[in-house]
């Protein structure tokens, strides 16, 4: 058998993980990356089902047998969607899940929300506010005190606005509204067209298998095809629609500043390299004297980092 060439130095294992995907790094104490990659997503939601349990523990396992063959972690820091607070039961669940799979003590895991890693990949706590958008939608602040402060993120049900979920969601909202007035109406439409193509099937009964049946991170996905509408097609609908996704995305980094102050904004997420129109919503939505950075952050990285030093 093999032995990876970092089977005999102290590593941390740091997972950024969502509704989507989950990144995966290894890194040394000095900071050195010395391996990632991305699996299946991972939330807390998950815990909710029995299918969801059976996903996360699957995924757990592809996860596991990734990272062992690059080298084994002594600790792990993972932000992981849909866990509120690290003490909480999601978080215990998710910390024996980890555990069970890569052979360590649940003592060396930690786990957390996905938020926490991504605002440290930014900004040290009290400098700026974080505006996160992939399949959901969360404007976030440490403060000072090391505490978590949020706007958003509360979920598919109750928020989310300028998530790929929302997107998805509203746009098959307007599709099916304009069924319902002039069946076949949808043969005319480019969003349309695109939205029924990647859910293989024209008819209602699909698509509500797909809304109400399917993991929140497939229905996020949904999102490409939208933005494939816009910039392909030059779909008005669509285009109206990614730039209201960056209006609602703005509202909550707004509800930040009004609570604590003007601050510099950075803008992060799948959703927001969906199309440069949510970037414009988004700057038109914030007062015009916002530090607003639009870019790639790379949170896995910073809790492989965290987790190598601790």
Do not use: C, K, N
Not at 122 to 136: D, E, K
Not at 148 to 175: S, T
Request: aromatic share 6%; proline share 4%; glycine share 14%.
């Amino acid at each position: 058998m093999s032995v990876s060439p970092y089977s005999t130095t102290a590593l941390g294992l740091g997972l950024d993980a969502g509704g989507t995907q989950t990144r995966w790094a290894l890194a040394r104490a000095d900071g050195q990356i010395l391996a990632e990659g991305q699996v299946a997503g991972l939330s807390g939601l998950q815990l909710a089902s029995s299918a969801g349990r059976v996903s996360l523990a699957l995924t757990s396992q592809v996860l596991a047998s990734a990272v062992l063959a690059r080298g084994r972690p002594r600790g792990i820091y993972a932000g992981i969607t849909g866990v509120g607070e690290s003490d909480g039961p999601a978080a215990a669940q998710l910390r024996e899940l980890l555990s069970q799979a890569l052979g360590l003590a649940p003592a060396a895991i930690f786990v957390g929300s996905d938020m926490d890693i991504a605002y440290r990949s930014a900004f040290a706590p009290g400098q700026g506010y974080l505006l996160y958008a992939g399949t959901g939608a969360i404007a976030a602040f440490i403060d000072e005190g090391g505490r978590m402060q949020r706007a958003g993120g509360r979920g598919p049900l109750l928020g989310d606005e300028g998530g790929g979920f929302w997107i998805a969601r509203e746009a098959l909202a307007q599709v099916w509204r304009r069924e319902d007035e002039a069946p076949g109406a949808w043969q005319d439409s480019a969003l349309a067209r695109r939205l029924f193509e990647a859910l293989g099937d024209s008819d209602w009964a699909r698509s509500r298998a797909f809304v109400y049946g399917g993991e929140r991170g497939e229905m996020g996905r949904l999102a490409l095809a939208v933005a494939a509408a816009a910039e392909q097609d030059g779909d008005a609908q669509a285009r109206a629609l990614l730039y209201r996704a960056g209006q609602e995305l703005a509202r909550l980094a707004l509800a930040l500043i009004r609570r604590y102050g003007a601050r510099p904004v950075v803008a992060a997420g799948r959703a927001l390299q969906l199309h440069p129109l949510l970037g414009e919503g988004l700057r038109a939505g914030l007062p015009g004297d916002t530090s607003l950075t639009i870019t790639h952050l790379q949170p896995h990285l910073t809790a492989a980092q965290l987790a190598a030093r601790s």
